[in-house]
């Protein structure tokens, strides 16, 4: 299986399994949901190039992860935001491949476009996983 489609599946199952994350939300969907009441996450694209050594077989990739809230303020996704990281230190090896590092790279927090309002936060993290076995 391919670090793409290994490493976010482990992200996503570890996301899920975080109870102060999915206390916030009513969903988190990988990939855009067709319909989804807010609050809800999504894990979105995921971009990967080659990284590795002599002796590693490695991926690095470009996760996005969405949180979607429909509050006055964004100050809901702040206490979200921040159960991110925790999560992505803990994932477990999945189909071969284990995480190494997960580094935030960029976050943005912006009002949202969709009729009804609300905040849409943004986090990119920067994944290096290797081939275990």
């Not at 809901?76 to 790279?105: H, K, Q, S, Y």
């Amino acid at each position: 299986m391919s670090a793409e489609v290994a490493v976010r599946a482990a992200v996503i199952d570890a996301l899920r399994a975080d109870s102060a994350l999915m206390d916030g939300l009513n969903g988190l969907f990988d990939g855009e949901p067709v319909r989804a009441s807010l609050p809800y996450g999504v894990v979105g694209e995921c971009i990967g190039a080659d990284w590795g050594g002599k002796d590693v077989a490695g991926r690095e990739l470009r996760l996005t992860i969405g949180l979607h809230d429909g509050g006055e303020t964004p100050g809901r996704l702040a206490g979200m935001i921040a159960r991110i990281d925790p999560v992505l230190a803990g994932v477990a090896v999945r189909e071969g491949w284990r995480i190494v590092t997960a580094r935030l790279v960029r976050s943005r927090v912006a009002r949202a476009a969709r009729q009804g309002g609300g905040w849409t936060a943004v986090v990119d993290y920067r994944v290096r996983a290797v081939r275990e076995g």
